[in-house]
């Protein structure tokens, strides 16, 4: 099994709709990450956690929120979706000592919003 | 804002050829660099970390370098094969600590 495991792998949806992408980790890691990749930008972070009660921004929140509901799941929300939303969503870890900063990602999710 | 940048965009060798993807970041305070490859449609998965101490290190046919004084970081891929066609990935975990800022990426093919 994959350490750090995003479901659903693929999702398309309709402009408005809610979404939520999960993201589990069975790596024992306190720090937490959601990016999203877009061809020609590269990835780009959304939100990180740094523990359960630890929540911040990254460089493009807006139109997303999360959820850290315990150390080893990290929920990506979009309210409303909206087209230009559609990319390829990555969930990461990593270690809690930040000696190495290794990160982990996820499969990722592709989301399409028409 | 830590800026890094991957040189070539796209890289086509022939199989057997020793290669050089470079990696520029602007902010010389940094934490770690790390590598990553990207199979299509993919997630990432990590190659080489260099911590900011350090110079270089190796895994195989892959070596990464890190000169931090010129915001440089190389990848070497030794008797590339087809298996190694794949996007790569330079990352680098600037002093703030909490997360990476990527390059675009070298997208590589290696033909037989």
């Known amino acids: 099994d994959a350490d750090v495991t995003q479901t659903p792998r693929n999702r398309i949806t309709k402009t408005g709709k809610r979404i939520m992408l999960e993201c589990s980790q069975t790596?024992?890691?306190?720090?937490m990450y959601w990016y999203r990749q877009d061809p020609g930008l590269g990835l780009r972070l959304i939100y990180y956690?740094?523990?359960?009660?630890?929540?911040n921004k990254g460089e493009i929140s807006d139109g997303y929120s999360v959820s850290r509901q315990a150390q080893a799941k990290f929920s990506l929300s979009l309210e409303s979706a909206i087209p230009n939303q559609t990319a390829l969503y990555f969930c990461?870890?990593?270690?809690?000592?930040?000696?190495?900063?290794?990160?982990?990602f996820g499969e990722g999710s592709r989301l399409t919003v028409l | 804002k830590q800026e890094v940048t991957q040189i070539p965009a796209a890289l086509s060798v022939p199989e057997g050829e020793n290669l050089v993807l470079n990696c520029s970041f602007t902010?010389?305070?940094?934490?770690?660099l790390q590598w990553f490859r990207q199979d299509p449609g993919k997630g990432l998965t990590s190659l080489l970390l260099?911590?900011?101490?350090?110079r270089e290190q190796t895994s195989g046919r892959l070596n990464a370098s890190l000169d931090k004084s010129s915001g440089r970081s190389t990848l070497y891929i030794a008797a590339s094969q087809p298996g190694d066609s794949a996007t790569y990935l330079c990352?680098?975990?600037?002093?703030?600590?909490?997360?990476?800022?990527f390059g675009k990426g070298t997208s590589l093919l290696v033909t037989p």
């Open positions: 990461a870890t990593s270690d809690p000592g930040h000696t190495t900063g290794e990160l982990f």
């Open positions: 790596k024992g890691h306190d720090r």
């Open positions: 956690s740094f523990d359960v009660k630890d929540i």
């Open positions: 902010d010389s305070a940094i934490y770690n």
């Open positions: 260099i911590q900011s101490s350090q």
């Open positions: 990352a680098v975990n600037s002093n703030s600590g909490y997360a990476l800022n």
